[in-house]
């Protein structure tokens, strides 16, 4: 991506109205201002080492880019088989580039947003959404998990706590032991930051006791702190192979691969989030209680998390009264 150097460089504007103590300040704030979530930062960091990559490969610019290079890097990467979201997150990089150094993105060209449009049509698919399991399926998987090693306590609490929360693979990774506060009706955990709440302010969530405990999150999550014995750092931490506990926060990589080890190599990750909204809603909850749990905006969002396989699904045929 640009660097604040070349931010400063194209800035000309800025660095004369600014005084002069002052610029590599509002430098560095515009440029945190234009980056976005820590994943979308390291998404967008590899796409645009690929496509400079490719630019040096056919000895054309990157910064500022043609029309005519972007339209042939994304024309090869639809004819490689690119999904249209990873084509279109690769042109997002490279107008980020752009907006970090000051110079106008090429992707506002006309001719490349109906090359887009005809890609998108041509590819004919849209985002593959990571698909939600079923809450039986769930407890059995839970229930199966082996607790006499510490592994199976954190893989326990961390699943139970990104279903009950909603969570983002990214706000697992981040939780800290600060975040947590328990009391007799729960657990409220406190996010110092996520994909929607990017300025720090404090967003919270409720996890709630399950009767049984071997279902329970809270419960569970008390057990695998014990065995971390500390008040303070990262909830989940990598393990060496003889279940020795590291120091190192757990990846949003790895997340996924549990997720995967236990429910199925057809889900992921977010598979956590997108089953809470799906059973929330079918269990008769309204969009503002997901919302309230989830953080999303809109009621559009809820909708488009729920995963509803089945036309008898959530189908208000069967209240009819008939």
């Known amino acids: ?12 504007t800025t660095a004369v109205q600014v005084p002069a103590h002052l610029v590599e300040s509002t430098s560095r704030y515009v440029e945190s201002g234009l980056r976005g979530a820590a994943n979308t930062v390291r998404a967008y960091a590899g ?6 990559t490719w630019c040096q490969l056919h000895q054309l610019a990157s910064l500022p880019t043609p029309v005519e290079a972007l339209a042939g890097f994304l024309t090869e990467l639809a004819d490689t088989g690119k999904k249209f979201a990873t084509i279109e997150r690769h042109a997002a990089a490279i107008k980020k580039a752009h907006e970090l150094a000051g110079l106008e993105s090429p992707t506002a060209d006309k001719k490349t947003k109906v090359l887009l449009k005809g890609i998108a049509r041509e590819i004919k698919t849209r985002q593959k959404q990571a698909p939600a399991f079923t809450l039986d399926n769930f407890k059995r998987t839970i229930r199966s998990i082996d607790v006499s090693v510490p592994a199976g306590l954190r893989n326990r609490a961390l699943l139970l706590l990104g279903f009950t929360g909603a969570f983002r693979r990214s706000e697992l990774e981040a939780l800290n032991i600060e975040d947590l506060a328990f009391d007799e009706d729960g657990l409220v955990v406190t996010l110092q930051q996520s994909k929607t709440n990017q300025l720090g302010q404090a967003e919270e969530k409720a996890i709630f006791y399950s009767p049984d405990s071997a279902l329970c999150p809270i419960r569970s999550l008390q057990a695998w702190l014990k065995v971390l014995s500390r008040t303070e750092g990262p909830v989940f931490v990598s393990m060496r192979k003889n279940n020795q506990l590291t120091t190192r926060r757990m990846t949003t990589k790895y997340t996924n691969l549990i997720v995967q080890q236990y429910l199925g190599s057809q889900f992921t990750a977010h598979s956590l989030r997108a089953s809470f909204v799906t059973v929330s809603k079918l269990n008769g909850a309204d969009d503002s209680k997901v919302m309230n749990q989830t953080k999303h905006k809109t009621s559009a969002m809820i909708r488009r998390y729920t995963r509803l396989d089945n036309v008898r699904q959530h189908n208000s045929a069967k209240e009819l009264g008939l």
Do not use: G
């Not at 640009?2 to 194209?10: E, G, Y």
């Open 1 to 12: 991506m640009a660097t604040k150097s070349q931010l400063s460089v194209a800035s000309s």
């Open 47 to 52: 796409d645009w080492k690929r496509f400079t």
